[in-house]
């Protein structure tokens, strides 16, 4: 998977793959560190399967980076893609960008 910047045009995120602008949120999922770069939990809420938590180990690649992050799982409605709306903290700062998955 690739990190590309954010495209917000008029405040609606498009597709990283298309370009499209009629994306699907499909699961929400939430890494959290218990300090930084040490293992974690996941925890995925989807309609299908409800609300889901693991334990990571830390060096699971589910982690975007050294701390906690929040990934929206999306499906463009043109191209059928998904790609991850994603919040990262990096160094003290947030980082918001869009992940294609392959
Ligand atoms: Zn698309």
């Known amino acids: 998977m690739k990190a590309q910047?954010?495209?917000i045009e008029q405040g609606?995120?498009?597709?990283p793959n298309c370009g499209g602008g009629h994306l699907h949120q499909t699961e929400v999922m939430v890494h959290q560190r218990y300090g930084e770069d040490s293992n974690g939990v996941e925890t995925r809420v989807s309609q299908d399967n409800g609300i889901a938590r693991r334990q990571l180990a830390a060096d699971d690649p589910r982690f975007e980076g050294r701390r906690d992050d929040v990934a929206v799982r999306l499906t463009c409605e043109q191209c059928l893609h998904h790609?991850?709306?994603?919040v990262m903290q990096h160094?003290?700062?947030?980082h918001v960008y869009m992940r294609l998955e392959e």
């Open 91 to 94: 160094k003290g700062q947030t």
């Open 12 to 15: 609606m995120v498009q597709c």
């Open 5 to 7: 910047p954010i495209e």
């Open 83 to 86: 790609s991850r709306l994603i």
